[in-house]
């Protein structure tokens, strides 16, 4: 099985500036935060927020203000 490198080598390669390396971090960054907006916004579309607080309050006993 391949292992990925160390952490003295992603530290020797930032500390190079190595163009590759900032590349393949900046791109990961920049999936990960697409990803974080992308699921956000679906459960903002899918009302989950409002579904697990009227599932919450049906746990708790407490009548929810919301239909």
Known sequence: MAEGPTDEELV?????????F??????R???VILFGVY????FDRQGVGGCAARGFGALTG???ATP
């Open 29 to 31: 960054v920049a999936v």
């Open 22 to 27: 900032l590349l393949r971090l900046a791109l």
């Open 12 to 20: 020797e390669a930032l500390q190079r500036r190595d163009r590759g």
């Open 62 to 64: 407490e009548a929810s």
């Open 39 to 42: 699921v956000s916004l679906a």
